[in-house]
DNA sequence: TAGATTGTTAATCGATTAACAATC
DNA sequence: TAGATTGTTAATCGATTAACAATC
């Protein structure tokens, strides 16, 4: 599927974007796009867009542009959307709950199959009609269900130990919503997407502080 | 404070970072570090660090190092942690709640005044001493409370005209939850994060997919 | 002073954009 | 065929890393 030289970094995480914006297309009933047009849709250059997907293949026809189904389709099976990797989640604090009901896991490719916390009071409970489990259960529940991701709500302390107890078990790839800093490095095989929700608002403050209306140098007249 | 040449994108993502790992070290009792060993603890290089430090000014001193209470008091500055901004609440569904029990806003230089939503199902309901109140009461709101920041936690659709409403009561920055893609061009003075969860969870996706299992050239015995 | 480490300039690397030949 | 637009190579730009003189 892909050509043999590694795709960097920037790359993958724009294809998620693509897909978006095809997806959209789709739904307006557009089936063709060359990628001036799309690219003036997503703000970004059409050079872009054809050096992003040929690290894929060719996916379009010189002279008449991309068939937005099919170019959609291509992206999807580069992302995995239809795998259905199976995820557990833990921590069911109130952003944990809020991650197991409020997203759609198999439009991402995943497929959520375990929600653990070890806080007494929050097990039992049902999250979109996954049971909340005690920590204590998650050993043998990964035996079983071999979860490839896990998603991680739970409090910095606690989150070094139970990652290594979760890489013990078999998991690949870490959604990491802890304030630990889950290191990518010596993990060979596994994926980490560590996702800073206090340092994307600190760097929203910034913008605001610094905000672009730094005038041109033209003094105006006064 | 800063040099008069702008910031660059890439540096402004990571202050956020260097903030939490001089937090870190400040808990741990370290009151001196060296560009090295914080870079050593950060897996990223000492050039870089200093790189990034000197576009806001000489916060070190030589042959000694960075003194980590007042780098962090600094970048603290830098960023605006102390700021408060006042923000609100647009969409009080399982994300919006979560967001507005979960976060320590003022840890991140935030102040939420306000909570909204068009359902009159969660109007009503308090959310960390803060009640939801109607959609339609958030122009009078605005007008008092003038917010800055707004946290987008509601559908597609309905974002556009609310972006632009919000825009128009005078708030400067968006912090976009929802599965619009906002524009971050042609609004000056506009300041955008756009937190699209699917996005990242796709990333992930692929990252197992296509996992680092690439074996290296040497064919092995066999 | 000698040793250490910054601040800063220069070199390298990678990513983006531009250009254009290939081709539908 | 002529026109359009891709795939791909080359040029540019920006970001990262290395090197080292300044200086504490």
């Known amino acids: ?21 095809l997806g ?7 089936t063709k796009i060359s990628s001036r047009e799309l690219a003036e849709r997503m703000s970004v250059t059409a050079s872009q867009i054809r050096q992003d997907l040929n690290c894929f293949g060719g996916f379009g026809q010189q002279g008449y542009g991309y068939n937005v189904s099919e170019l959609r389709e291509e992206i999807g099976a580069i992302l995995g959307v239809n795998a259905k990797h199976a995820a557990v989640l833990i921590g069911a604090g109130n952003l944990g709950r809020a991650l197991a009901v409020h997203l759609d896991y198999a439009k991402y490719g995943c497929r959520l199959c375990g929600i653990f916390d070890s806080n007494e ?9 996954i049971r909340v489990s005690p920590l204590s259960d998650l050993e043998s529940f990964c035996a079983k269900a071999k979860p490839v991701i896990a998603i991680l709500c ?10 290594e107890k979760l890489i013990s078990l078999g998991v690949k790839a870490f959604w990491n ?4 800093d889950m290191p990518q490095k010596n993990l060979p095989g596994v994926t980490v997407e560590n996702v800073h929700l206090g340092d994307s608002l600190m760097a929203l403050c910034y913008g605001i502080t610094n905000s672009e209306t730094e005038k041109t140098e033209s003094p105006d007249q006064m």
């Open 177 to 180: 919503f802890s304030h630990y």
């Open 1 to 21: 599927m892909s050509k043999n030289e590694k795709v960097s970094k920037s790359v993958i995480r724009r294809l998620p974007r693509y897909y978006r914006f």
């Open 24 to 30: 959209e297309l789709l739904r307006e009933g557009i």
């Open 121 to 129: 009071k929050l097990t039992g409970a049902s999250l979109g009609g």
């Open 154 to 163: 739970i409090p910095k302390d606690s989150a070094p130990d139970i990652c």
